[in-house]
Antibody
């Protein structure tokens, strides 16, 4: 059974950093791209970042470029999202998602972790 | 970015009804359109990919159609467990989601 479990969310002050992790199981992690998607009541669902199977290619939405870094460790079946210079508008539930290699969509999602950026 | 517009935003229907949800893209997305179901407090779940392909394990009462800029999700006979918010999603270019249709029981 495919499982994705996020961790690392919490309350953080504006300008500070936070690192999310996503532990994967139930599939061959290195065969899939991975992604982070966030959700807020006002903006809805937003794709945040994606990473290729080997980690050599990364992609970001414009609003997080230069502040967020997606990475993965295939030996640990884990992906990460390093979030720096956090802003109030980054407050959201962050989902880890498995991304198909051939298509840019997400077929399994974790339960999500909440990130609140507030002073 | 490609904008995805869903209608209606809220839909009330009765058990057994045939339900149709709509999604319109701001430009041609070449059938790279998915539908996700999100129940309260849960993560989104993939129902349909590439317009009309049913994800493994999804009941056959769900179906999708469309082309160009206009797409539809149909539930042939609404069940109580289908109460959820449904999102369309395009992956023809940088991925974007619609705002969702909240499906309620009448």
């Amino acid at each position: 059974e495919v499982q994705l479990v996020e961790s690392g969310g919490g309350l953080v002050q504006p300008g500070r950093s936070l690192k999310l992790s996503c532990a994967a199981s139930g599939f061959t992690f290195s065969n899939y791209g991975m992604a982070w998607v966030r959700q807020t009541p006002t903006k809805g669902l937003e794709w945040v970042a994606s990473i290729s199977t080997g980690g050599g290619n990364t992609y970001y939405r414009d609003s997080v470029k230069g502040r967020f870094t997606i990475s993965r460790d295939n030996a640990k079946n884990t992906q990460y999202l390093q979030m720096d210079s956090l802003r109030s508008e980054d407050t959201a539930t962050y989902y880890c998602a498995r991304q198909l290699k051939a298509y840019w969509y997400f077929d399994f999602w974790g339960p999500g972790t909440m990130v609140t950026v507030s002073s | 970015d490609i904008q995805m517009t869903q209608s209606p935003s809220v839909l009330s229907a009765s058990v057994g009804d045939r339900v149709t949800l709509n999604c319109k893209a701001s430009q041609n997305i070449n059938k790279y359109l998915n539908w996700y179901q999100q129940k309260l407090g849960e993560a989104p779940k993939l129902l349909i990919y590439n317009t009309n392909n049913l994800q493994t394990g999804i009941p056959s009462r769900f179906s999708g159609s469309g082309s160009g800029t206009d797409y539809t999700l149909t539930i042939s006979s609404l069940q109580p467990e289908d109460v959820a918010t449904y999102f369309c999603f395009q992956h023809n270019s940088w991925p974007t989601f619609g705002a969702g249709t909240k499906l309620e029981l009448k």
